[in-house]
């Protein structure tokens, strides 16, 4: 099976940027989506296709992809940024999730 | 404006089987690209891929769950049914089911449109 894999957690200076991995072999090779998810909610797309932002989404939120790493940039983190983040990719014509990042911001 | 529920039992013993179903609105099961999945989350931990179908009715399922799971739709009534068999204690989690939808320009679409989740627990 193919596997995603995410740091568990990290944290952020209020202003700062904050870079969430996500690692899986080829991944390059692959679209990879991002997912917010604050406590009790929902999932939340922050980005499609490596980069792309939904509308509504800010522009603090980036993403890149290349080899065997994506990185979902949050630029000029702000403390309603605090979540966890779920990257997500198809392998095989299945679905796979990361395992999710808790991005602290204090 | 697109809207997921899903529904089904709160509580679930050990080796039934699990029917939840996903009622939707503002979308239609019939259209050209579009597909709704189901995504569970076990308490605080990740996010797991279970099961999608396609507007054409194709199927694809998460291979770790041994061949437990059925998805079927019924497009005239707006559903998607999830059916998992044997269920276990390590099942209980928050059932999510989730639109995406194939579009112009867009290969790969995320899970744009999810419900609120509805949580099982599996105990005796």
């Known amino acids: 099976s193919y596997d995603l894999t995410q740091p568990p957690s990290m944290s952020v200076s209020p202003g700062q940027t904050a870079n969430i991995t996500c690692s899986g072999h080829?991944?390059?090779?692959?679209?990879v989506c991002w997912y917010q998810q604050k406590p009790g909610r929902s999932p939340v797309v922050v980005i499609y296709?490596?980069?792309k932002r939904p509308s509504g989404i800010p522009e603090r939120f980036s993403g890149s992809n290349s080899g065997s790493t994506a990185t979902l940039t949050i630029s000029g983190t702000q403390a309603m940024d605090e979540a966890d983040y779920h990257c997500?990719?198809?392998?095989?014509?299945?679905?796979?999730f990361g395992g999710g990042t808790k991005l602290t911001v204090l | 404006q697109i809207t997921l529920k899903e529904s089904g039992p709160t509580l679930v013993k050990p080796t039934q089987t699990l029917t939840l179903t996903c009622t939707f609105s503002?979308?239609?099961?019939?259209?050209?690209?579009?597909?709704v999945g189901w995504i569970r989350q076990p308490p605080g931990k990740a996010l797991e891929w279970l099961a999608l179908?396609?507007?054409?009715?194709?199927?694809r399922y998460n291979p770790s769950l041994n061949g437990r799971l059925t998805i079927t739709k019924d497009a005239s009534k707006s559903q998607v049914v999830l059916t998992m068999t044997n269920i276990e204690p390590v099942d209980t989690a928050t059932y999510y089911c989730?639109?995406?939808?194939?579009?112009?320009?867009?290969?790969?679409?995320?899970?744009?449109?999810w419900g609120q989740g509805a949580l099982v627990t599996v105990s005796s």
């Open positions: 989730s639109q995406r939808r194939i579009a112009t320009g867009v290969k790969d679409p995320p899970f744009s449109y």
């Open positions: 503002g979308f239609s099961l019939n259209t050209y690209g579009v597909n």
């Open positions: 179908i396609y507007w054409d009715d194709d199927k």
């Open positions: 080829k991944l390059g090779d692959k679209y």
């Open positions: 296709e490596d980069y």
């Open positions: 997500q990719a198809w392998d095989s014509r299945t679905v796979v």
